[in-house]
């Protein structure tokens, strides 16, 4: 996984390039009609019910924007929160809190949908073992806060990118001229670049989890698409050789039934993908 240090420098660079696609030359709107001595004060007003996420990265848009702006928080990302809630007030110079309103509001309600549906799946495993993971399917640009949303959740991440840890899928293992070709050519690529990342697998069928078991140094099995009965017996099959994973098309109606087959972790893609914003609003008092 990447740094905190790499986290924050992506975080820094979703902001500076967010505000110069929004900003531009100049808020025109505020600077027309708003003095730039104006002081003024806003809530942000929860319209929704779910998981807050976010409030931590809006702090550090006004920060952005204006170093002087105070935040007051009255709830902390991670709360579950309901419709008439306020997360906190921003006070200070009117034109900063107008000039960092659409990036906060458009961060937070995309955050937010993305917790409480990682949640909502969390709840679903409740009494398991299985942990869910998000994936690479994010929106291009911010994925930062589309992993960190998932985190707030109570969901883990998976790699952050193509970087940080090797993942054979199906057309890696074709191209590679078959799955013990790819864990050996992989494992020399390793040595050769003095590399240390991790390795996971992708299985399409029982046979190739036990030619991927028969490889030392495999860090977790992708066993995907797999129905429930293959699922318990590649489980079964990879015991305590390496973690488990499963994925392909699981949704809220599936995943205890592949939890329940014994797998360490979940991975779903709709966790980022599909999602609906939280009704959020910044209001002036």
């Known amino acids: 996984m990447i740094s905190e240090e790499q986290f924050q420098k992506e975080l820094e660079?979703?902001?500076a390039n967010a505000i110069r696609e929004d900003v531009g030359d100049g808020d025109h709107s505020s600077l027309a009609c708003i003095p730039d001595t104006a002081k003024g004060k806003a809530k942000l007003l929860v319209k929704d019910e779910g998981i807050i996420a976010g409030i931590n990265f809006a702090k550090q848009i006004f920060n952005y924007v204006d170093s002087n702006l105070e935040i007051e928080e009255l709830l902390k990302d991670g709360d579950e929160v309901k419709y008439g809630d306020i997360a906190f007030y921003v006070e200070g110079n009117s034109q900063s809190i107008l000039k960092a309103e659409r990036l906060v509001l458009n961060a937070m309600q995309r955050m937010s949908a993305i917790a409480t549906k990682t949640k909502f799946f969390m709840n679903l495993?409740?009494?398991?073992?299985?942990?869910?993971?998000?994936?690479?399917?994010?929106?291009?640009?911010i994925r930062a806060l589309e992993k960190w949303a998932v985190k707030i959740g109570g969901g883990e991440n998976h790699r952050f990118a193509l970087y940080d840890m090797i993942m054979l899928k199906d057309n890696h293992i074709d191209f590679a001229g078959g799955l013990t070709k790819a864990i050996a050519k992989t494992k020399a690529y390793l040595k050769e670049t003095n590399r240390n990342l991790k390795i996971i697998i992708e299985?399409?069928?029982l046979e190739e989890i036990q030619e991927i078991i028969a490889s030392d140094g495999v860090y977790r099995i992708l066993i995907d698409n797999f129905n429930y009965d293959d699922t318990r017996k590649a489980v079964a099959l990879i015991g305590d050789k390496c973690l488990t994973e499963s994925s392909g098309g699981i949704n809220e109606k599936t995943i205890r039934a592949y939890a329940?087959?014994?797998?360490?972790?979940?991975s779903s893609g709709a966790l980022t993908h599909s999602v609906y914003n939280m009704d959020l609003s910044l209001k002036a008092v």
């Open 125 to 141: 495993l409740e009494g398991t073992k299985t942990k869910i993971l998000d994936t690479r399917k994010t929106t291009p640009g």
């Open 260 to 266: 329940d087959c014994g797998v360490d972790y979940i």
């Open 203 to 205: 299985a399409r069928n």
């Open 13 to 15: 660079l979703i902001i």
